[in-house]
């Protein structure tokens, strides 16, 4: 399982599958969330602007990805 770091709140999923190179680009985000090919949490998603927070994981093409969110070290 591949952790993603992301130093916001969230981020939306379609921008998750480009961040990780799981598809090309934005249009192909699109189809496979609309084509039922991504679970979050282990249910399909068909909202490619779903918001994904710590601990969310992904399932999409046999890969699995978890949410963590990064923290800054204190100064």
Known sequence: MEKININT????????????????????AKNVILDGLVKVNGEVVLQRGKKLR?????????????????EDTPS
């Open 54 to 70: 710590e601990g969310d994981v992904i399932e999409f093409n046999n890969e699995k990805y978890v949410i963590k969110q990064h």
């Open 9 to 28: 709140e969230y981020i939306k999923l379609d921008q998750l599958l480009k961040f990780t190179n799981a598809v090309d680009g934005g249009g192909m």
